[in-house]
């Protein structure tokens, strides 16, 4: 590959860089400003929406799974139980483990937002018809796969 070319390709891959961090920021926004009005911050939405459809979990693997430190993790916890969204519940096998449990209350205002989060995630991407989001997705994946094998 020429001088040029290379570039021109180096180039090219910072004007892609430049574009999905903008699109990601921009679609993060909206993500956020529709959680708020439901009373709730990003990560507080995490949560629910992980016990509201995968069930009890562990505390500690929670941060594993919406990308949040322990520390955070507590502190998340800590305000949805205040809210009386979620419980802390004793795991009667080991003593070490915590598991939070979405509430009643939590379960249904997870059952009253989640159908209008799922339709405002809709809304954000109607910008694409179906086959280019089944390509986004796999354009993505693969980008994404690249990375992680960087490290």
């Given at each position: 590959?020429?001088?040029?070319?290379?570039?021109?390709?180096?180039n090219?891959?910072?004007?892609?860089?430049?574009?999905?961090?903008?699109?990601?920021?921009?679609?993060?926004?909206?993500?956020?400003?529709?959680?708020?009005?439901?009373g709730?911050?990003?990560?507080?939405?995490?949560?629910?929406?992980?016990?509201?459809?995968?069930?009890?979990?562990?505390?500690?693997?929670?941060?594993?799974?919406?990308?949040?430190?322990?520390?955070?993790?507590?502190?998340?916890?800590?305000?949805?139980?205040?809210?009386?969204?979620?419980?802390?519940?004793?795991?009667?096998?080991?003593?070490?483990?915590?598991?939070?449990?979405?509430?009643t209350?939590?379960?249904?205002?997870?059952?009253?937002?989640?159908?209008?989060?799922?339709?405002?995630?809709?809304?954000?991407?109607?910008?694409?018809d179906?086959?280019?989001?089944?390509?986004?997705?796999?354009?993505?994946?693969?980008?994404?796969?690249?990375?992680?094998?960087?490290?």
């Amino acid at each position: 590959m020429s001088t040029e070319s290379n570039q021109n390709e180096t180039n090219l891959s910072l004007k892609l860089f430049i574009v999905l961090s903008r699109a990601n920021r921009a679609i993060a926004d909206l993500v956020e400003e529709d959680i708020k009005t439901y009373g709730l911050n990003p990560t507080e939405f995490a949560v629910l929406e992980l016990l509201y459809h995968k069930g009890d979990q562990p505390i500690q693997h929670i941060g594993k799974k919406v990308l949040l430190s322990s520390g955070s993790i507590t502190y998340v916890v800590d305000k949805l139980e205040k809210k009386n969204l979620l419980e802390r519940k004793a795991c009667p096998n080991d003593r070490r483990v915590t598991y939070a449990s979405i509430t009643t209350d939590g379960q249904e205002l997870m059952r009253t937002i989640f159908p209008k989060h799922e339709q405002e995630i809709n809304n954000i991407f109607s910008g694409l018809d179906h086959e280019e989001k089944k390509v986004v997705i796999e354009l993505l994946k693969k980008l994404g796969h690249k990375a992680k094998n960087e490290k």
